[in-house]
């Protein structure tokens, strides 16, 4: 589903570009949680950052915002999306790459030597840690919106057969409902004026596909599947689940591209 990471990307290189206010930063991130706090990882970080150290009391957005602005006040974010095997985009080992992998998200400001991870900790709560990278990142890997679109197209029509002869919804009666409920269900996701509209049509695509594969993954061994054919649709899903984040880091990107050129006029 869609990624609060993806969020605070493009919104705060927006309001590095000058194309967003703050309050809108802020409202973004509303639908993610009612709270929203910021710790540093370590009281090097909180020194350098002027945010609260491990232990202190959390401080909220609004300093990670003016953090942001001191450190690198025309940089712009790097929506990462790890995975187990497929680690695109982390600046290499440490803790920001460890917790965002565990996490499966996070925005990192390569300008400012940053990273940030969304954590829940409380009901309503979401806290944003912030880890400190290497200012010597290698760059991002280039992937074009119109390929990575494609390619998740592909990967869910060449999976078609495989996923329909592996029993995908043959077990569960009502799951065309479950995955509507639960396209429903997510957070309405708040983007700025000038988002480019293949951006957020790659964004919904990949929502849509993400709620298929999460309804294709409930079945356990045990259940109706055996651990062979378990195993079997693990597989078959893992193509389809790799395009679905570089389509999401791809429609990010150039959506960070476009709005961090300057305010739309």
């Known amino acids: 589903m869609p990624c609060p990471s993806a969020t605070l990307t ?13 309050d809108d930063v802020l409202d973004a991130l509303e639908p993610w949680a009612q709270a ?15 945010l609260p150290a491990p232990g202190a009391p959390a401080s909220s957005v609004t ?15 790097r929506f990462v999306l790890p995975a187990p095997g497929d680690i695109r985009g982390l600046p290499g080992p440490g803790p920001f790459s460890r917790e965002a992998t565990a996490a499966g998200e996070g925005a990192l400001f390569v300008d400012a030597g940053l ?11 979401l806290r944003w840690t912030v880890y400190p990278v290497s200012q010597t990142t290698p760059p ?12 998740l197209r592909e990967q869910v029509r060449q999976s078609a ?11 569960r009666p009502g799951v065309r409902e479950e995955i509507a ?29 993400a709620a298929i594969l999460a309804a294709a993954a409930m079945d356990e061994p045990g259940g109706a599947l055996s651990a062979s054919a378990a195993a079997a649709r693990r597989e078959a899903l893992r193509p389809i689940e790799t395009a679905v984040r570089v389509a999401r880091r791809a429609a990010v990107a150039e ?6 050129s300057g305010p739309m006029v």
Do not use: N
Not at 115 to 125: I, K, L, N, Q, R
Not at 181 to 203: C, D, I, K, Y
């Open 10 to 22: 493009v919104w705060t290189s927006a309001w590095l570009a000058g194309a967003a206010a703050p």
């Open 36 to 50: 929203h706090d910021v710790l540093a990882a370590d009281p090097q970080t909180a020194a350098a950052t002027d």
């Open 63 to 77: 300093f990670l915002l003016a953090a942001l602005r001191r450190t690198a006040p025309r940089g712009h974010a």
């Open 115 to 125: 990273g940030v991870v969304p954590t829940p900790v409380a009901d309503g709560v």
């Open 140 to 151: 991002t890997e280039f992937v074009a919106l119109s390929y990575a679109e494609y390619e």
């Open 161 to 171: 057969s495989i996923l329909t002869s592996l029993g995908v919804a043959r077990h």
């Open 181 to 209: 409920a639960a396209l429903r269900a997510r957070p309405r996701s708040l983007w700025p004026a000038g988002m480019p509209g293949r951006a957020l049509r790659v964004l919904q695509h990949a929502d849509e596909v």
């Open 255 to 260: 959506a960070v591209r476009v709005l961090a």
